[in-house]
């Protein structure tokens, strides 16, 4: 059985920092691409940022580019979301995902294993 466990969200406020941990149990890790997306109340899952199987090509949505920085630890079976110099407007429940379709993607559809999600509050 797979499962995905986020952590590490809180309340902060604005210009502080995060770092978001995806514990995966259940699959071979190392094989999936993994993204972080993000829903804030009253709107849809967006994506964030997506990192391929061995942690050598990223990518991020424009509204987090030069602020997060996604990695993995495939012994671990965990991949990461720093968050630096945070908004009010990054507020939001932040999810993990595994791609499904073999690639990394920015399509939520694409992406299977959710775990929960970890809830992120910046303050102004």
């Known amino acids: 059985q797979v499962q995905v466990v986020e952590s590490g969200g809180g309340l902060v406020q604005a210009g502080d920092s995060l770092r978001l941990s995806c514990v995966a149990s259940?699959?071979?890790?190392?094989?999936?691409?993994m993204g972080w997306f993000r829903q804030a109340p009253g709107k849809e899952r967006e994506f964030v940022a997506h990192i391929n199987w061995n942690g050598d090509s990223t990518y991020y949505a424009d509204s987090v580019k030069g602020r997060f920085t996604i990695s993995r630890a495939n012994a671990k079976n965990t991949v990461y979301l720093q968050m630096n110099s945070l908004k009010p407007e990054d507020t939001a429940v932040y999810y993990c995902?595994?791609?499904?379709?073999?690639?990394?993607?920015?399509?939520?559809?694409?992406?299977?294993?959710w775990g929960r999600g970890t809830q992120v509050t910046v303050s102004s």
């Open positions: 995902a595994a791609s499904l379709v073999g690639r990394p993607s920015l399509r939520a559809v694409d992406y299977g294993y």
């Open positions: 259940g699959l071979t890790f190392s094989g999936y691409p």
